[in-house]
């Protein structure tokens, strides 16, 4: 199973796109790509903009070359509307989709939901409600979760966890549970034993004040159960976490214990051997300097800490 990151917060967008090949069937997963309107009470950078032209054009050409497209959940960084990513990517595909109707937040039932069903609509060869449902293509298996909360309670709706495994290999991709913090979100991957795990990580640009240190507590108490339960040997730790600079410290509970089972814990930056460019958590400082800060980070593992002895590109 080849596993490709997209576009990532650590690449300095947000989104949690990813392309995943088995030999049955190519399949991408959120095709979106955002940036944040504002943050320290600053637009977005000149540098964002460009990466973020950069990420859309990979994920349009991956989701092209695609069979499946899935859609976790109407939030603007995991879809598209034909802004960047033309809505033609749809056009012939199996495409998996979070229930519009049911498990959803007024904004996402109300709006979101039905402007996207309404971009695409008569573009997919199919389109069937993700929530709960299992596929088998060949030998790979595709499982959704059901319903689950966007976070820590279900203000923002909800989203569907994916499962993809084929022979012994199994990718776990949670969307935006920001933890994973509650037990059903663990759940799912605790279920389904994954071999590489991606996880929309803490909320902890946002500590104190809509996400609590209880909450960061029981994520990294479920993560490092992860570790201990599962035969996971990779996790990207990613999404709204890549939004904080203090990443690496906030997840070293999860680290020791990954350590200790030799699991590798990197973002998706890292995985693939590019620079953290956190551009989105380093706006203050990239509109004083006019120039990137990022952090070296590509030759080792667990967040940077150690030297990384089993990385693949
Ligand atoms: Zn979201
Ligand atoms: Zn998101």
Redesign the pocket.
């Known amino acids: 199973m080849l596993i490709k990151p997209l576009a990532f917060d650590s690449f300095g967008v947000?989104s949690?796109a990813t392309y995943v090949e088995t030999e049955d069937v190519k399949i991408t997963i959120d095709p979106g790509v955002s940036l944040a309107p504002r943050r320290f009470g600053l637009p977005t950078h000149p540098l964002e903009l460009a990466r973020q032209k950069e990420c859309a054009k990979a994920v349009q050409s991956h989701a092209e070359a695609s069979d499946i497209l899935i859609v976790t959940h109407y939030?603007y960084?995991?879809h598209d509307l034909g802004g960047l990513i033309p809505t033609s990517i749809y056009t012939g595909k199996k495409v998996f989709v979070k229930h519009p109707r049911e498990n959803i937040n007024y904004s996402q039932r109300a709006e979101r939901a039905p402007r996207f069903l309404q971009a695409i609509r008569g573009l997919p060869k199919t389109l069937d409600y993700a929530d709960g449902v299992h596929k088998v293509f060949g030998r790979t298996s595709l499982r959704f979760s059901k319903a689950v909360a966007h976070g820590t309670d279900t203000q923002l709706g909800y989203v569907v966890e994916v499962s993809i495994g084929v022979g012994g290999e199994k990718l776990v991709y949670t969307s935006?549970v920001e933890g994973p913090s509650l037990p059903e979100q663990a759940r799912f991957i605790l279920d389904e034993k994954p071999s590489f795990l991606i996880v929309?990580g803490p909320l902890t640009y946002m500590l104190g004040y809509r996400y609590s240190q209880a909450s960061l507590e029981t994520s990294m108490e479920n993560l490092a159960k992860i570790v201990e339960k599962t035969p996971v040997k990779t996790i990207l730790l990613e999404?709204h976490f890549m939004r904080d600079l203090n990443y690496r410290k906030l997840a070293s509970p999860l680290c020791e214990a990954a350590e200790r089972r030799g699991v590798q814990v990197l973002t998706a930056a890292e995985f693939l051997g590019r620079k953290v460019e956190m551009l989105e958590a380093s706006r203050l400082e990239l509109y004083k300097s006019g120039g990137s800060r990022t952090t070296s980070a590509s030759k080792t593992s667990n967040l940077g800490e150690r030297k990384n002895l089993a990385s693949r590109p």
Do not use: F, P, V, Y
């Open positions: 947000r949690m939030h960084d995991h935006d929309d999404h």
